[in-house]
């Protein structure tokens, strides 16, 4: 096991259902540890640059639109095997898929509106936590 962090994203669906506080509880009691967090709205550019790795895929505008049209709140959890672990309670990307009890399977209206994201690996970690947070705003 290896200590790590992933960045997190409760996205503009789940700020606008109020259910932050919910998803942050599924979050801890996974074991992750808020280490650092931040609401704020990404302009169209910042989405396209976040979601950037999916510039080729047919739902990318619908995305970016999406990942745009409100607030979100970015955290950067930490924990053991914090990439995996914020995946397993994540649940699968469609809701309609997700494991029961995981925050997708509960929160979750459909592939879009999914309520979650997390870096799906430490390269894109390591890109997308420097993408919302410098040093000085992630705390033990
Ligand atoms: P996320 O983990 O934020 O990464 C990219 C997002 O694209 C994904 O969650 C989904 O919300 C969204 N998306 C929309 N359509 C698809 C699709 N067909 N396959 C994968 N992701 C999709």
Request: net charge negative; no cysteine.
């Amino acid at each position: 096991m290896k200590r790590e962090r992933t960045l997190s994203m409760i996205k503009p669906d789940a700020v606008q259902k109020n259910i932050i506080g919910r998803v942050i509880v599924k979050l801890e009691e996974a074991g992750l540890k808020v280490v650092a967090a931040k609401m704020v709205r990404l302009s169209k550019k910042e989405g396209q640059q976040f979601y950037a790795i999916h510039k080729e895929r047919p739902f990318y505008n619908d995305l970016v639109d999406f990942i745009s049209s409100g607030p979100l709140m970015a955290l950067i959890l930490e924990g053991e095997d914090a990439i995996a672990k914020n995946r397993e309670v994540m649940g699968a990307t469609n809701p309609k898929e997700a494991a029961a009890g995981t925050i997708r399977a509960e929160f979750g209206d459909s592939i879009d509106k999914n309520v979650v994201h997390g870096s799906d690996a430490p390269e894109t970690a390591a890109i997308e936590i420097p993408f919302f947070f410098n040093e000085d705003e992630i705390f033990e």
